[in-house]
Nanobody, 121 residues
């Protein structure tokens, strides 16, 4: 069973930065694409960023392009989301996810429990 554990969430002022991490269990981390999603209160979960199995390809939601960066370290079974120039509308629970293939497309197969990011104005 795959386990994804997020960490690094917290409270930050608008304009600030935060990095969230996701540690994955198992030996097959490097064989799958990974992604970050978020869900704000009263809203549906939305895609934020995705990264291919070796990290050579990434894609982002328009709302975070130029501010967020997804990366991965396959030796550490960890995927990161660096968030800069944070806005109050970035406030949400952030979820790590593993895709069923090597490209971050379609639905995710596994989800973490989420980490809360709150941006104050």
């Amino acid at each position: 069973q795959v386990q994804l554990v997020e960490s690094g969430g917290g409270l930050v002022q608008a304009g600030g930065s935060l990095r969230v991490s996701c540690a994955a269990s198992g030996r097959t981390f490097g064989a799958y694409a990974m992604g970050w999603f978020r869900q704000a209160p009263g809203k549906e979960r939305e895609f934020v960023a995705g990264i291919s199995w070796r990290g050579g390809s990434t894609r982002y939601a328009d709302s975070v392009k130029g501010r967020f960066t997804i990366s991965r370290d396959n030796a550490k079974n960890t995927v990161y989301l660096q968030m800069n120039s944070l806005k109050p509308e970035d406030t949400a629970a952030y979820y790590c996810a593993r895709y069923p293939g090597i490209i971050p497309e379609g639905g995710a197969s596994y989800w973490g429990q989420g980490t809360q990011v709150t941006v104050s104005s």
